[in-house]
């Protein structure tokens, strides 16, 4: 069973920076692509960014240069440097880890972590 564990969430100022992570325990297979997520009130969850095993990264357009997202393969850890955050910014913050078993992957994730962002 895999279980994923996020910190560093909080409230900040707009312009401000935080640094969310995220680390898996008990998994024995191949962790695939890591991601994070968010999803604000009365919306529906979206990806924030992805990095593959191999470290090829995706942005969603929104956080472009602003976010950088990073990856541990020997820890099992991800993270998300979040730089120049906006009001628009405020969301539950989720990791996601894929994992693969065989030739099937299975998704997993965090228990979510609030990002506030004051204007």
């Known amino acids: 069973q895999v279980q994923l564990v996020e910190s560093g969430g909080g409230l900040v100022q707009a312009g401000g920076s935080l640094r969310l992570s995220c680390a898996a325990s008990g998994s024995r297979f191949s962790i695939n692509a890591m991601g994070w997520y968010r999803q604000a009130p009365g919306k529906q969850r979206e990806l924030v960014a992805a990095?593959?095993?191999?470290?090829?990264?995706n942005y969603s357009d929104f956080v472009k240069g602003r976010f950088t997202i990073s990856r541990d393969n020997a820890k099992n850890t991800v993270s998300l440097q979040m730089n120049s955050l906006k009001p628009e910014d405020t969301a539950v913050y989720y990791c996601n880890f894929r994992v693969g078993i065989g030739p099937v992957e299975f998704d997993y994730w965090g228990q979510g972590t609030q990002v506030t962002i004051s204007s």
């Open positions: 990095i593959s095993r191999g470290g090829s990264t």
